[in-house]
T-cell receptor, first 113, second 113 residues
Framework: KNQVEQSPQSLIILEGKNCTLQ??????????LRWYKQDTGRGPVSLTI?????NTKSNGRYTATLDADTKQSSLHITASQLSDSASYIC????????????FGAGTRLAVHP | DTAVSQTPKYLVTQMGNDKSIKCEQN?????MYWYKQDSKKFLKIMFS???????INETVPNRFSPKSPDKAHLNLHINSLELGDSAVYFC????????????FGAGTRLSVL
């Protein structure tokens, strides 16, 4: 069964600190892995997309890593800001058809001053 | 200009009613989607249209009927609403292709009383 699991479920950090969010997946056949940021009351916004051959991808203070062998990904946020408070969703795309995405439940991050 | 816009933003209605949610994108994309985000925050694909043709139809009750009058619009009509239909519904669009980014609308929060 295609699944995406994220940890932790929620996280509180102080402004300026770094944090790392985890994602494990069992999606097969694998096409690509994405990280989305979803602010409260808004739709998800894409942060990074990585294919099988890509180990790391950065977008400003966000750096995603992918280990396709162990089927794990992480999202590292550097020097957190209050505006980073949001849910971060790991999404895996399966091959074999149109762009079908399997979503994790997300990690809810709260950055406190 | 909002890239993917959906209306209404909030919808409160009684069980048994019929309602519609509209979605429009001005990004020139050829593929549009409807997602349901339940209380546990999982996003699940419901439908996908490519060039006005249905390409993904997950196991969704046939009370849900999408309609795509043109590439820029994908509406969702729901008949005989049930309590379990209460959720946030997101519209998204992308260009066809495995790695293409999906752009999401802000969501429609449906509450069935």
């Amino acid at each position: 069964k295609n699944q995406v699991e994220q940890s932790p479920q929620s996280l509180i950090i102080l402004e300026g600190k770094n944090c790392t969010l985890q994602c494990n997946y069992t999606v097969s056949p694998f096409s690509n892995l994405r990280w989305y940021k979803q602010d409260t009351g808004r739709g998800p916004v894409s942060l990074t997309i990585m294919t099988f051959s890509e180990n790391t991808k950065s977008n400003g203070r966000y750096t995603a890593t992918l280990d396709a062998d162990t089927k794990q990904s992480s999202l590292h946020i550097t020097a957190s800001q209050l505006s980073d408070s949001a849910s971060y969703i790991c999404v895996v795309s399966a091959t074999g058809g149109y762009n079908k995405l399997i979503f994790g439940a997300g990690t809810r991050l709260a950055v406190h001053p | 200009d909002t890239a993917v816009s959906q209306t209404p933003k909030y919808l409160v209605t009684q069980m048994g009613n019929d309602k519609s949610i509209k979605c429009e994108q001005n990004l020139g994309h050829d593929t549009m989607y409807w997602y349901k985000q339940d209380s546990k925050k999982f996003l699940k694909i419901m439908f996908s249209y490519n060039n006005k043709e249905l390409i993904i139809n997950e196991t969704v009750p046939n009370r849900f009927s999408p309609k795509s009058p043109d590439k820029a619009h994908l509406n969702l009509h729901i008949n005989s609403l049930e309590l379990g239909d209460s959720a946030v519904y997101f519209c998204a669009s992308s260009q066809a292709g495995a790695k293409n980014i999906q752009y999401f609308g802000a969501g429609t929060r449906l509450s069935v009383l």
